[in-house]
């Protein structure tokens, strides 16, 4: 039955072991290209006003005609000021544009003359911002302190493009320009409900960094008290934005917020199900980027004990496999018999790890559910060699 162990076990590595660091704010779901990145990887840069509607173009994106007033920057003599180009647009502009162009070889996206434009709505304080915005060849941490000052900007497309700054940068980067953020506004942002859901994961974690970089005593405590009123507060069904605060709470803390998490319930039988999600994902980001703060032993301990949450309990079988936590071996195959009798992913998670454990004792406990369940164990083995469906 186990003549394929090797082949699993190889792929269950892979899938597991080998998955590489964060290297973006796990707290702000996906972002796209920031305006920065998009100006100085075109060609060409340029002012422009919209003229006609939108409408798909022969590939099936919207697109719309723009005239060119004013050329801001042109490495490949692509633009001309009083030129008609064509741009893709994400919905219909009215006025004013600034126009990111790339020379290209000719094909369907090329706008004649080799040449493809996108287009992103602008008013004079974008466009100021577009032009002020630091270089992408500068360091990450002078970049970010530019930007932090204009997170939450009045301008929404402002304020969104520095956010997603911060979204696709490392941690290191985000924890070097700590001098840049301004903790009261930070404090306010955590628990202001009109904040953008999407934000307030990201205002949790620059909290606990804040906290943890200041020199000054009555500042950090602020920090914290924000974090852990934050944690306090009411939950709603969604509570968007929790991962991220309970990830300030470690950044400030270390190991005292992993022991004022666990005091507070959150890794036991009766916390949300979805609060014990965010709940790993901090975890799961220490591990990653807060090892100088708080031991891989404490790690380890943190997800084990969210094994017993039917919510999380595959997930977190998974990451210990990532940690090569294998001294949990006996919490883990013991889901088997308990969460994984009705739930497939658990099953998976825990064939994986077995089988990608080198100790005796997880061979031994393979074999045990391989003489109850022949079958289940093969096609939980045979998924285990699969990227899991997320």
């Known amino acids: ?199 307030r994961g990201l205002y949790g974690l620059l909290l606990g960094v804040a906290a943890a970089t200041t020199d000054d005593p009555a500042v950090a405590r602020d920090c914290l008290d924000a974090l852990h009123r934050a944690v306090e507060a009411p939950a709603d069904d969604f509570r968007a934005g929790f991962d991220g605060v309970l990830a300030g709470v470690l950044v400030a803390e270390g190991q005292a917020g992993l022991d004022s998490l666990e005091r507070r319930g959150l890794f036991g039988r009766e916390a949300r199900a979805l609060d014990q999600r965010h709940l790993l994902a901090a975890v799961r980001f220490a591990g990653e980027s807060l090892t100088e703060a708080i031991p891989r032993e404490r790690i380890i301990a943190a997800t084990a004990a969210l094994l017993a949450s039917p919510a999380v309990a595959a997930d977190a079988t998974v990451d210990l496999a990532r940690y090569q936590a294998w001294e949990t071996v006996a919490d883990v195959s013991r889901l088997w018999d308990t969460l994984g009798t009705d739930d497939p992913l658990i099953r998976r998670a825990v064939a994986g790890y077995l089988a990608a454990c080198p100790l005796p004792a997880a061979r031994q406990e393979l074999e045990r559910i391989g003489r109850q369940n022949p079958g289940m164990l093969k096609q939980a083995l045979d998924a285990a060699a699969l990227p899991a469906a997320r």
């Open 1 to 199: 039955m186990f003549t394929s162990g090797s082949a699993i076990l190889a792929a269950f590595l892979v899938i597991v072991l080998a998955v590489p660091l964060a290297s973006a704010c796990p707290f702000c779901g996906t972002v796209g290209q920031s305006l920065a990145q998009r100006r100085d990887a075109a060609d060409a840069v340029a002012v422009a006003e919209a003229e006609g509607t939108a409408a798909p173009d022969a590939s099936g994106f919207l697109a719309q005609r723009f005239r060119i007033d004013q050329v801001l920057r042109d490495t490949a003599h692509a633009a001309v000021a009083g030129e008609t180009v064509p741009a893709r647009v994400a919905g219909p502009i009215a006025g004013t544009a600034v126009l990111f162009g790339t020379v290209m070889a000719a094909g369907p996206q090329a706008a004649g003359n080799g040449r493809s434009w996108s287009a992103v709505a602008a008013d004079e304080s974008l466009l100021g911002y577009v032009t002020a915005a630091p270089a992408i060849t500068l360091p990450a941490a002078e970049r970010l302190r530019w930007f932090a000052a204009r997170l939450e900007h009045p301008d929404p497309a402002i304020a969104a493009d520095a956010f997603t700054e911060f979204g696709l940068s490392p941690f290191t980067a985000v924890r070097a320009a700590a001098s840049g953020l301004d903790p009261a506004r930070l404090r306010a942002w955590v628990s202001e409900p009109g904040i953008d859901a999407r934000r």
